[in-house]
């Protein structure tokens, strides 16, 4: 086995180092410009390090281990003490680099900057893909938000320079397939700033999604702390073939688990049925984890990655990859703590929703299920794209069917969008044709950007309110996610289905059995989809959309007007004066489900992610108040009146009260937006009290000082009351394992006690004592 000196020298110029970007083009494309990766001389870890970490650990575990553990525990920063008890204990890792989307990069940077650090202290990415909205098309929707935005990317272009992060671009593409073709390889570890980051999986990286605190700890280089994963085996087995596509894999999976049959696991995908999918199709399969509520999901090293990294322009990575390659798979006999099995070859296709991405649906039953449950049948708009499904391969198969219809001459009866994942992608679908087709077909082609998948939808066709149906290959359908209008049924599924149902315009068409009538009275019936997985020719890269940070940044400037709207300097959380919580009002009992879109809204609200207290006027405005079933309105204890949940929050913390959120199940499903956890602190906010809570989220809220507990007893929800006042007693003695009480005060003069469990660590009990994650990081400088 090669050493890992000569593993640095063989590929730095595939992967290019800190102080310079490679562009040899006799090697690798133009695209494959993967900066700063874990193989630099002075990074923590390489395929050398993280085989004898492995060793150390299966010695010591004395049993085989699945990949994902394989790649987990390679990370580890001490792999001989570490205490390792999957579900239980935490681990104590060291990520190899960090990416981050420009709306979660902004509150990151402005962490980044508060903690008084010179430069970071891993490899970082900034994508600019989530600040474009979709209104005309990609040139003139790229144009209108370089102007609109002009002050954050500013801002977010001279920080990454000043502190040692490389930045994208808006254009660039979103960020999870900018990964894809440039950062994600084999046994990387990686977190990113965006829910959807496990979408590097589909090239053997353990990839997770994380708020911009954790983002901070790594880019500082202190170990990241992660509760040691449960690890669920997805074992395939058949072939992929006509109309099923990898998405209906994830489908499947999500209506099997449900949005949070997956938290506190990886899902590792393993078997036979895995070399049948390409390794953009296991991408799609692994970012859509992050609907079952999924640690990560993550491919085992195949040929069909070999392929793509070759054809990305880094070839050089597999050589060494294949040196190391049974450390890039699972081990023999390695056991999971749950196995689901799937059959490829009988998989039908499906399609997801309305409302929540896990009400799962063969395609052929759609149409039926929509009549009977009231749905609107006629889909208004087909969407295609989104960071989910804008590969190469996605959009091959779906210009395959656009061809029949106007070899028929016709075009979709609905409306319908396509977005291109990056700037690669959009080039080389233009110059190969498919751009063509699909726009012919009645497709407007929007900017290299998440758009309407995370409500960047100026959309016009509707009236907010008006029930109708739209279909997409994005990832989440949550209620009002993709154009602010919560009666809009919005289902996902495959590019191809979409496609198929944009043309037909109606839910109740199934493309594997059903017949399309042409202009000309024809009645046709579309052949399965095709299309070649990677382009025949290389890649065409675009326009170069990537800026690397100088060598030297004494001289760079990063300034804040004191009097934006779009950004703010943050000042730090105050700390735990050291006694109990007590007679706290409850700001809001939620009803039901309640994501981060729900928490923190995004859509129009993006534009707010740099500036706390601005963004903080949307907190929990999507929430639905147990006492009234209304959103945005709730009865302020102190005065009597109604108002919205922020102008509430604010009125108790101007008093002086402080105040708890009381929620339901899977609390903070969704985004890895630490928005929703920043707001309720900075608003006066001390605990979130719940049945349980989604990863992300909850980890989210310790960074930032706050309580998230839970109901010892799930019943004890019913017990709380709007007018109640809460106590938490216990904290004088907060430790690890010991359950807190809350002392609920009811109007009437009664009192009761309930038991309230916690995750909390003695690291993170720090957090929390120190008042913030950010603070207790000062502390220790």
């Given at each position: 086995m090669a050493s890992y000196c000569m593993t640095v020298s063989r590929l730095q110029l595939a992967l290019g180092t800190g102080a310079k970007r490679f562009h040899v083009s006799a090697v690798f494309s133009a695209k494959a410009k993967v900066a700063m990766s874990r193989f630099e001389p002075g990074s923590s870890?390489?395929?050398?390090?993280?085989?004898?970490?492995?060793?150390?650990?299966?010695?010591?575990?004395?049993?085989?281990?699945?990949?994902?553990?394989?790649?987990?525990?390679?990370?580890?920063?001490?792999?001989?003490?570490?205490?390792?008890?999957?579900?239980?204990?935490?681990?104590?890792?060291?990520?190899?680099?960090?990416?981050?989307?420009?709306?979660?990069?902004?509150?990151?940077?402005?962490?980044?900057?508060?903690?008084?650090?010179?430069?970071?202290?891993?490899?970082?990415?900034?994508?600019c893909d989530h600040l474009i909205e979709a209104q005309m098309g990609g040139t003139q929707d790229l144009q209108r938000a370089k102007?609109?935005?002009?002050?954050?990317?500013?801002?977010?272009?001279?920080?990454?320079?000043?502190?040692?992060?490389?930045?994208?671009?808006?254009?660039?593409?979103?960020i999870h397939q900018i990964i894809l073709e440039n950062y994600a390889y084999p046994g990387v570890m990686l977190i990113g700033t965006d829910s959807?980051?496990?979408?590097?999986?589909?090239?053997?990286?353990?990839?997770?999604?994380?708020?911009?605190?954790?983002?901070?700890?790594?880019?500082?280089?202190?170990?990241?702390?992660?509760?040691?994963?449960?690890?669920?085996?997805v074992r395939l087995t058949g072939t992929l073939a006509g109309w099923t596509s990898p998405k209906d894999v994830i489908l499947k999976v999500a209506g099997i688990l449900t949005v949070k049959g997956g938290t506190g696991a990886i899902v590792e995908y393993h078997g036979?049925?895995?070399?049948?999918?390409?390794?953009?199709?296991?991408a799609t399969i692994c970012n859509m984890g992050a609907e079952i509520g999924a640690t990560t999901s993550v491919f085992p090293y195949n040929h069909r990655m070999k392929?793509?990294?070759?054809?990305?322009?880094?070839?050089?990575?597999?050589?060494?990859?294949?040196?190391?390659?049974?450390?890039?798979?699972?081990?023999?006999?390695?056991?999971?703590?749950?196995?689901?099995?799937?059959?490829?070859?009988?998989?039908?296709?499906?399609?997801?929703?309305?409302?929540?991405?896990?009400?799962?649906?063969?395609?052929?039953?759609?149409?039926?299920?929509?009549?009977?449950?009231?749905?609107?049948?006629?889909?208004?708009?087909?969407?295609?794209?989104?960071?989910?499904?804008?590969?190469?391969?996605?959009?091959?198969?779906?210009a395959s069917l656009a061809k029949q219809a106007l070899d028929k001459g016709m075009k979709c009866k609905a409306q319908f969008t396509v977005t291109p994942g990056s700037e690669q992608i959009r080039a080389t679908i233009e110059r190969d044709g498919y751009a063509k087709i699909l726009s012919d077909v009645g497709g407007v082609v929007l900017a290299n950007a998440c758009g309407p998948c995370i409500g960047q939808w100026d959309r016009r066709d509707v009236k907010?309110?008006?029930?109708?149906?739209?279909?997409?290959?994005?990832?989440?359908?949550?209620?009002?996610?993709?154009?602010?209008?919560?009666?809009?049924?919005?289902?996902?599924?495959?590019?191809?289905?979409?496609?198929?149902?944009?043309l037909a315009g109606t839910l109740s068409f199934n493309p594997e059995t059903d017949y399309l009538t042409a202009p000309s009275g024809e009645k046709f019936k579309l052949q399965p989809p095709s299309g070649d997985e990677l382009p025949s020719r290389d890649f065409d890269p675009g326009q170069d959309t990537y800026q690397h940070p100088p060598a030297e940044s004494g001289s760079v400037k990063v300034d804040v007007n004191p009097s934006s709207n779009r950004l703010e300097l943050l000042a730090p959380f105050d700390k735990w004066n050291g006694k109990d919580l007590e007679n706290m009002r409850v700001l809001i009992k939620v009803k039901g489900k309640c994501t981060t879109d729900h928490i923190s809204a995004a859509g129009p609200w993006l534009k707010f992610r740099g500036h706390l207290d601005n963004i903080s006027n949307n907190l929990l405005i999507g929430a639905v108040n147990i006492e009234n079933d209304a959103i945005n309105k709730v009865k302020n204890q102190l005065t009597g009146e109604y108002g919205?949940?922020?102008?509430?929050?604010?009125?108790?913390?101007?008093?002086?009260?402080?105040?708890?959120?009381?929620?339901?199940?899977?609390?903070?499903?969704?985004?890895?937006?630490?928005?929703?956890?920043?707001?309720?602190?900075?608003?006066?906010?001390?605990?979130?009290?719940?049945?349980?809570?989604?990863?992300?989220?909850?980890?989210?809220?310790k960074k930032q000082g706050l309580l998230p507990l839970t109901f010892a007893d799930p019943s004890d929800y019913d017990k709380i009351r709007p007018d109640d006042k809460i106590s938490i007693i216990g904290l004088k003695s907060f430790a690890p394992g010991k359950p807190l009480t809350a002392v609920i005060k009811h109007c009437d003069g009664s009192e009761e006690s309930i038991s309230l469990n916690h995750t909390f660590n003695e690291t993170q009990i720090e957090w929390f004592k120190a008042g913030s994650a950010l603070n207790r990081m000062k502390e220790l400088q």
């Open positions: 870890i390489g395929y050398e390090k993280m085989h004898e970490n492995i060793n150390i650990v299966r010695r010591r575990l004395s049993r085989p281990l699945t990949l994902s553990e394989k790649i987990v525990y390679g990370h580890l920063d001490d792999p001989v003490g570490q205490e390792i008890d999957r579900g239980r204990t935490y681990l104590r890792l060291h990520p190899d680099r960090v990416a981050m989307q420009d709306a979660t990069a902004q509150m990151a940077m402005l962490q980044f900057i508060s903690s008084g650090l010179p430069k970071v202290a891993v490899p970082s990415t900034i994508h102007e609109l935005n002009e002050e954050v990317y500013n801002f977010l272009a001279t920080a990454a320079a000043k502190y040692g992060v490389g930045f994208w671009k808006p254009g660039s593409g979103i959807h980051t496990p979408n590097g999986g589909g090239l053997g990286g353990i990839c997770i999604g994380v708020g911009g605190a954790d983002a901070v700890d790594v880019m500082a280089g202190i170990p990241w702390e992660l509760k040691c994963p449960k690890v669920i085996g036979p049925g895995v070399d049948s999918i390409s390794c953009t199709g296991m392929t793509y990294l070759e054809k990305t322009g880094r070839g050089e990575i597999v050589s060494v990859a294949d040196e190391f390659k049974e450390d890039l798979v699972p081990d023999k006999g390695c056991e999971y703590d749950q196995v689901i099995e799937i059959n490829l070859s009988e998989l039908k296709p499906h399609i997801n929703g309305p409302f929540t991405p896990d009400l799962a649906h063969p395609v052929s039953e759609i149409g039926a299920t929509a009549k009977k449950s009231g749905w609107p049948l006629e889909v208004k708009v087909g969407l295609i794209g989104s960071c989910t499904n804008s590969s190469y391969e996605d959009m091959g198969r779906a907010k309110g008006e029930k109708n149906t739209i279909v997409t290959s994005f990832n989440r359908n949550f209620t009002a996610r993709n154009d602010a209008n919560p009666a809009t049924h919005a289902f996902v599924t495959s590019p191809e289905i979409v496609t198929a149902l944009a919205g949940v922020p102008d509430v929050a604010r009125f108790y913390k101007a008093n002086g009260v402080n105040w708890v959120v009381v929620g339901d199940e899977n609390y903070g499903e969704g985004s890895s937006r630490e928005h929703a956890a920043l707001e309720p602190r900075h608003l006066g906010g001390r605990a979130i009290i719940v049945k349980n809570f989604a990863r992300i989220h909850e980890t989210n809220l």
